[in-house]
């Protein structure tokens, strides 16, 4: 608590969405990077205890939804190329395309050349949704973004955000009231790494190069088999997830926003439709894989059912039950666990090269880190 009485979330609870930053009316609020690198609001002295800030953070606010029915579905986008420029089946891109068609604003996270980091932005033609397709690991930068998306709406323009559950929780907040043209798209999200990391990485990747294009789910040798690309100015590197040190990092869970291993937001997911790879397609309905995508689409709310109807002539749609579509995807309904190695992570990465980094978490094998689980949940000692 400040001295003016504001109470925001704490360190271990705040999940860096910015409603908070984006309420302030007197600008007294600056997100700050952490030692670790994640985002948190720091109140300054010209705050005048409006408590607008606090009445936004949606963890002090926990915003309860009507209880609907989910319904889930294994989708997959008709179209072949788009499906294979996505991370999934390709399902954003046919809502962000109808959602562009009615004249709409489609708000999602790019990579952005300039800071080599990821942000938010907003798009309004249908040759800029590239840059905000696919999954990029690391947390995006709101920045003033949901003030953007209220005067959208203010404008009366049909919006469609996208983002992470806690991204999504936010802006309800901060929005405070509902509005039918606002539609909330988020993913499956297991948690995100800090831009400090994936630029460290980046620059231990590609020495003295700017990158120009990522892809962190890169699907030339298929959907279940993805590698990460980096492209410069002379030439894209594909390294396979395995071999690919950041998504290690990332696959191994020791780099997460420390709110991300007890994820508030999951509990009361308030997005019209959630996306993410239908793993375990193969046993469901093996009829429909073909390695190159397939999406959970589970929709939440009678908008969000009513979006997919929209764009359900366009793609391969079949309803599934709720426990086949997570059977295989925990993070739907459950945070990460913590693993022991977080502790000392992001320590070492400020004190360490990304090359030791890399001999010190990457290197040793799956079965240590399954050993220091089993020793970490006590089933075995050490
Ligand atoms: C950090 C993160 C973790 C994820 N973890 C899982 C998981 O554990 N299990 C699972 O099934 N799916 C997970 N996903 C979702 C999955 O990777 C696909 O994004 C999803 O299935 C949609 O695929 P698509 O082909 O329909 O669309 P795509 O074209 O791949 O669309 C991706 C969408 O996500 C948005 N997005 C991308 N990166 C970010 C970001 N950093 N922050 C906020 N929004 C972003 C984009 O704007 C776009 O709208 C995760 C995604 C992210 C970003």
Not at 129 to 152: E, H, P, W
Request: one cysteine or more.
């Amino acid at each position: 608590m400040n001295n003016k009485g504001i109470a925001l979330a704490t360190e271990t609870e705040c999940t860096g969405c910015s409603a908070c930053y984006n309420a302030c009316p007197t600008k007294s609020i600056k997100m700050v990077s952490s030692d670790e690198g994640f985002l948190y609001p720091l109140i300054m002295d010209t705050c005048v205890g409006c408590k607008k800030c606090e009445n936004s953070c949606p963890i002090v606010n926990v915003n309860h939804n009507e209880i609907v029915k989910k319904r889930a579905y294994a989708c997959i986008n008709e179209d072949i190329d788009t499906r294979l420029k996505s991370s999934s089946g390709g399902v954003f891109a046919l809502l962000a395309h109808h959602i562009l068609k009615c004249g709409g604003v489609v708000f999602g996270a790019k990579f952005d050349v300039d800071t080599q980091s990821i942000i938010h932005t907003i798009i309004d033609k249908q040759e800029n949704l590239d840059q905000i397709m696919r999954s990029k690991y690391a947390q995006s930068n709101i920045g003033k973004t949901f003030i953007n998306v209220k005067k959208c709406l203010k404008d009366g323009q049909k919006v469609l955000f996208s983002g992470t559950p806690c991204q999504i929780s936010g802006l309800q907040a901060f929005l405070g009231e509902k509005y039918d043209r606002l539609y909330l798209v988020d993913v499956i999200c297991h948690g995100v790494p800090s831009d400090v990391l994936l630029l460290k990485y980046l620059k231990y990747s590609c020495p003295k190069k700017n990158i120009t294009e990522m892809n962190f789910r890169d699907k030339k040798k298929g959907w279940t088999d993805y590698g990460m690309s980096l492209t410069t100015d002379r030439q894209t590197k594909w390294c396979p997830k395995d071999q690919d040190p950041y998504m290690q990092m990332f696959l191994r869970d020791f780099c997460l926003r420390e709110s991300c291993y007890n994820c508030k937001t999951k509990e009361n997911d308030c997005a019209d439709i959630t996306l993410g790879d239908f793993w375990g397609i193969r046993e469901v309905l093996p009829i429909i894989d073909d390695n190159k995508g397939t999406s959970l689409v589970i929709t939440r709310t009678a908008k969000g059912e009513k979006l997919l109807e929209n764009i359900i002539d366009k793609c391969k749609c079949v309803e599934v039950s709720y426990e086949d579509a997570v059977k295989y995807n925990r993070s739907e309904y459950s945070s990460t666990q913590r693993p022991i190695e977080r502790d000392q992570f992001y320590k070492d990465l400020n004190q360490m090269s990304f090359k030791s980094m890399v001999k010190k978490y990457v290197s040793i094998s799956w079965k240590e880190v399954i050993f220091s689980k089993l020793v970490e949940l006590k089933i075995i000692k050490e």
